[in-house]
């Protein structure tokens, strides 16, 4: 089972990137006592008949988010299975009005299951694709599919390999999966210019794999380890255990395994050297998951990272409001995008920034 606190602090942050009012997420974990599969007062239990509530008004992208979180972390039982088994059906309900697509990719001898939106083989746009962390499943990307004519982009959203769905082990060569997803899908998108939304650990696959596909044309990503995390065992010890167990879960080994070493998955400083596209990378400075050396070593190792740092936990869950916006204007920039856009997404950016300092001061 599962850390009770541990679950209710790290699932905050996948609540805010959902758009769960933090007052509805409150009230679900007040009825949380236990990670007992689905029983009363249990984490997938509770958030499950929330989701069910919600998927009777018709209110069907609320209650994805709902059931997303009724098998956070990880699927580990029959109660989180039914979760992530509903969350998909719901969100295809969902999808099938909204221009969103569900794709089984061929990838290193797999079907990939995927979501797209955007694709069209007479256009061709660029392509965005995105990832979540060890705990992200696809389905949490639904509004910005919905959004894709927005952006001018082609949307495909994939899962890390070992989440969710997705079928494939989760290993240090990881990235290859990537290459495939967009030579699977280069009839429809314009591959060439592709840029990456890749949160967590597939933020680190991303970086590596833009060494050696120029395909990557930009990396938009958040608390992603890229060296020290790897190489550090002592920190590794210190992982929160949601973290350690999860990772254990994707790549088949045991927690000794993520607590020993792990030094084949660092990126190398040539690797880094390598790496000639921008980079827009978000650190918290009281992040229990990723040690400030990967943040370090990211900023002097390579030619054209950005970094945007606040003072909060990981993946930045207090300042989720800033965060959309920082994704939005970076994804502007790299493509160098002009116009109306731009300027408004760096006023809201300010705006934003100002108020997060006035709280700090009041604080």
Same mark, same amino acid.
């Given at each position: 089972?599962?850390?009770?606190?541990?679950?209710?602090?790290?699932?905050?942050?996948?609540?805010?990137?959902?758009?769960?009012?933090?007052?509805?997420?409150?009230?679900?974990?007040?009825?949380?006592?236990?990670?007992?599969?689905?029983?009363?007062?249990?984490?997938?239990?509770?958030?499950?008949?929330?989701?069910?509530?919600?998927?009777?008004?018709?209110?069907?992208?609320?209650?994805?988010?709902?059931?997303?979180?009724?098998?956070?972390?990880?699927?580990?039982?029959?109660?989180?299975?039914?979760?992530?088994?509903?969350?998909?059906?719901?969100?295809?309900?969902?999808?099938?009005?909204?221009?969103?697509?569900?794709?089984?990719?061929?990838?290193?001898?797999?079907?990939?299951?995927?979501?797209?939106?955007?694709?069209?083989?007479?256009?061709?746009?660029?392509?965005?694709?995105?990832?979540?962390?060890?705990?992200?499943?696809?389905?949490?990307?639904? %509004?910005?599919?919905?959004?894709?004519?927005?952006?001018?982009?082609?949307?495909?959203?994939?899962?890390?390999?070992?989440?969710?769905?997705?079928?494939?082990?989760?290993?240090?060569?990881?990235?290859?999966?990537?290459?495939?997803?967009?030579?699977?899908?280069?009839?429809?998108?314009?591959?060439?210019?592709?840029?990456?939304?890749?949160?967590?650990?597939?933020?680190?696959?991303?970086?590596?794999?833009?060494?050696?596909?120029?395909?990557?044309?930009?990396?938009?990503?958040?608390?992603?380890?890229?060296?020290?995390?790897?190489?550090?065992?002592?920190?590794?010890?210190?992982?929160?255990?949601?973290?350690?167990?999860?990772?254990?879960?994707?790549?088949?080994?045991?927690?000794?395994?993520?607590?020993?070493?792990?030094?084949?998955?660092?990126?190398?400083?040539?690797?880094?050297?390598?790496?000639?596209? %921008?980079?827009?990378?978000?650190?918290?400075?009281?992040?229990?998951?990723?040690?400030?050396?990967?943040?370090?070593?990211?900023?002097?190792?390579?030619?054209?990272?950005?970094?945007?740092?606040?003072?909060?936990?990981?993946?930045?869950?207090?300042?989720?409001?800033?965060?959309?916006?920082?994704?939005?204007?970076?994804?502007?920039?790299?493509?160098?995008?002009?116009?109306?856009? %731009?300027?408004?997404?760096?006023?809201?950016?300010?705006?934003?920034?100002?108020?997060?300092?006035?709280?700090?001061?009041?604080?």
């Amino acid at each position: 089972m599962n850390d009770v606190a541990e679950l209710k602090l790290y699932g905050l942050a996948h609540a805010r990137a959902q758009n769960i009012p933090q007052a509805a997420y409150r009230a679900v974990c007040e009825r949380i006592e236990s990670d007992d599969q689905d029983a009363p007062g249990s984490w997938a239990g509770e958030w499950s008949r929330a989701a069910a509530r919600l998927e009777a008004e018709g209110r069907l992208l609320d209650a994805c988010g709902y059931y997303n979180l009724a098998r956070f972390p990880a699927v580990d039982g029959p109660a989180r299975e039914r979760a992530l088994r509903k969350c998909v059906e719901v969100c295809a309900a969902w999808a099938a009005d909204h221009g969103v697509v569900r794709l089984e990719l061929p990838v290193l001898g797999e079907k990939v299951p995927c979501w797209a939106s955007g694709l069209d083989g007479a256009e061709r746009r660029p392509l965005l694709l995105v990832m979540g962390g060890i705990i992200s499943i696809k389905e949490q990307w639904m %509004p910005l599919l919905g959004r894709a004519a927005r952006l001018g982009m082609a949307v495909l959203v994939a899962e890390l390999p070992g989440v969710g769905e997705n079928p494939l082990p989760y290993t240090a060569d990881s990235w290859r999966m990537i290459p495939q997803l967009l030579d699977a899908v280069a009839e429809s998108a314009d591959v060439g210019q592709t840029y990456a939304l890749t949160l967590s650990f597939s933020g680190h696959a991303a970086l590596r794999c833009a060494v050696h596909d120029p395909r990557i044309r930009g990396i938009i990503t958040i608390a992603a380890p890229v060296s020290a995390f790897f190489t550090d065992p002592d920190w590794r010890r210190g992982l929160p255990g949601i973290t350690v167990d999860t990772l254990a879960g994707l790549t088949g080994a045991g927690a000794e395994a993520i607590t020993g070493d792990m030094g084949p998955w660092a990126l190398t400083d040539e690797e880094l050297a390598a790496l000639d596209i %921008p980079v827009h990378y978000l650190a918290t400075q009281e992040d229990a998951i990723i040690p400030g050396a990967d943040v370090v070593r990211l900023r002097t190792r390579t030619r054209r990272t950005e970094v945007l740092e606040y003072r909060d936990a990981h993946a930045g869950p207090g300042n989720a409001a800033e965060t959309k916006v920082w994704i939005f204007r970076s994804l502007l920039r790299m493509r160098g995008v002009r116009g109306p856009g %731009p300027v408004l997404l760096s006023a809201a950016a300010t705006l934003l920034r100002f108020r997060r300092l006035l709280v700090g001061l009041r604080r």
